[in-house]
DNA sequence: CTATGTAAACAAC
DNA sequence: GTTGTTTACATAG
C-alpha cells in the first residue's frame, strides 16, 4: 500500500549501459497497449508501476541544454529478462513525437552535456516559459498531447491511477512522481513541477489557496524519492532542481510517511540534535508548535534548538543515543527507506543536496549492501519479500542485477516491529559519529555516487 | 497505526 | 516573495 511504484527496469550497471545498451527505442512498440501489462499477480502491487525506460545516471543536473547526441539512453531490456510482471508500465506518451522525444531521447542526452545552459536547444515543440532561461517542456506542451488524457490508455483500472495515465487522485508523491518521470533527465524545477500540476491535475485548480503548492514542496523535501539537484546553471535562482532518484525510478515512489513523529510527544530529545541551518530552519511548524513557540519565546531556551556544529543532518532517532532500538547492530539502522546514509557525505558539496536522507540506498539499491555480509551490512537480503512473484527476484529474494533488491519494506519493517518505526519518521540522517567524513566537497557535486557513498559509510 | 493532506514556522535566497 | 525543511494536526482507512 505504500508503495505506488514498482521497479520496472533494473538499472543496469552503468557499464552494461554504455557498452550495450543502444537497444533501438523502437523496441518499445508504439502500441501503448503494451505498455500496460498487467500485473500477473497484481494483486499485491495493485498500485505499482512499471517504468518505461530508466535513464542513466543522472549526472548532470542542467536539464535545459539539450543539444547533444542522441541516443538515447535506452537500456531497457537489455539485461532484464523480462518486465517485472508486477506493474504498470506508465509509458509516457506514444503518441507525441515531440514527446518522446524529449522525453526519452533526451533523456539520455542531457547528460553529456549540459554545459551550456544558456542554449536551449529545445524543439520547437517546446513551450518557453518565462522562467529566466530555463525552458520547460511541461506546460502546454505536455497537455498539448496528453497522454493521460487518452482513454484507450485506461483499461479498466480503477483508477486507482495505474494505468499509466494521469491520475489525478493520486496522492502528490505520486503524481509528482509521474511527472518527473515524463520530464527530461526526470529533473525539473519547482515552478514547473507546479504548471504540471495545474496542467495535468486538479490539486491546483481545486483549491484557491497555495495549500497545494505548499503540499508539492512539502512532499519533494520529505519523500526519499525526489532529490535536489543542483542548479548548475547561473540564471536559475529558481531553486534547485529536483529529480528522481535512481531509487525512485526503480523502485518507485513510497510514501512520504516519514516525517510523522512516531512518538507522540517525544519533544525534547531530538532538539538536540545539531542541524545544518538551512535545515533547521523549519523545525517548527503546525499550530501547536505556534502555541509552544509563543511559551517558548516567553521563557525558554531558544538556542537549544540546534546548533551547527554537525555537519550533517541530525542524528536519525536510531543513532540517537536516547533511542531504543533493536540492540542488534545489524538492526540498527531503521528500515525505512528514507533515511539515507549517503546525504551526509556530501552536505558540504555547495549546492549540493543530497541532504535528504534518501534511502535509496540503503534499502534497496546499493550493490555493495545488498551483497556484502559485513557487519556494516545494515540491510541484509531480506527474508523474503513482497516481490516475489517478480522474475527478479527469481523468487528467492536474489538481487537483480546484482545492483539492487527489490525489497518490499514489509520485511524490514518487521525487522524493526518494536521500535516505534523509527525511521519513518525521523527524516533524518545518521551523522555518525567519525562515520562519514564530510570530506568536502566531495567533489563532483552533481555527480554524486550514491553507491559510493554508502561505501564510505560502511567502511 | 499508517498514509495523506494541509497549515504553518522559519531560514536562506 | 520564493524555495526548502521540518513539525504539527487532521482525517480517512
Redesign the pocket.
Known sequence: ????AAPTNFLLNPMDQNGTAYHNPNSFPPSSGDFYHYAQNGLSYN?NYNLPYSTQYPSSSCPRSYNGPDLTGMPIMGMTESYPPTAYHIEPPKHHDAMDLSDHEINGQLMQLSNDCEHNQYGSHIKTEDHSGYQSPYSDLTRASTPHDDPSRHPHDSGSGEGGAIDK???????IYQALLHAPNKTM???D??DWFKNHTD?AS??E???????I??????NGA?E?VD?PCEES??????RLTEEAIREGV?????????Q????GH??Q?P???????????????????RM??SGRIHGAYRN?AYIS??VPAAFDPSYHGPPDSSLRYPPSPYYGSEVDFHYSSPSS?H???RNSDNDFGSPSLANSNSPLDLFPPPPRSAYTHSPMMGGAGLPITGNAYVLD?SPT?SLFTNS??PS?????TPASQGGWLDEGGVGATCVFDEQLAYREYAG
Do not use: C, V
Request: aromatic fraction near 8%; hydrophobic fraction near 25%; glycine fraction near 6%.
Open positions: 500500500m505504500m508503495e505506488w498500485d487522485e493520486q496522492p502528490y508523491a505520486q503524481l524545477i519547482l515552478r513541477i507546479y490539486k481545486a483549491s489557496t497555495k495549500g497545494w503548492q505548499n503540499s514542496r512539502h512532499n519533494l523535501s520529505m525526489f535536489k542548479q535562482r529558481k531553486g534547485f532542481m529536483w513510497k510514501s512520504t510517511t516519514r516525517y510523522r513523529s512516531k507522540p510527544n517525544k519533544r531530538r532538539t540534535q542541524q545544518p541551518q538551512r535545515q533547521a530552519s523549519g523545525a517548527k511548524g503546525g499550530q501547536a508548535a505556534r502555541r509552544s513557540a517558548k519565546r551547527d543532518r541530525s543536496n541532504n535528504k536522507h519494506h519493517e516505534p518505526s519513518a519518521d525521523e527524516p533524518r
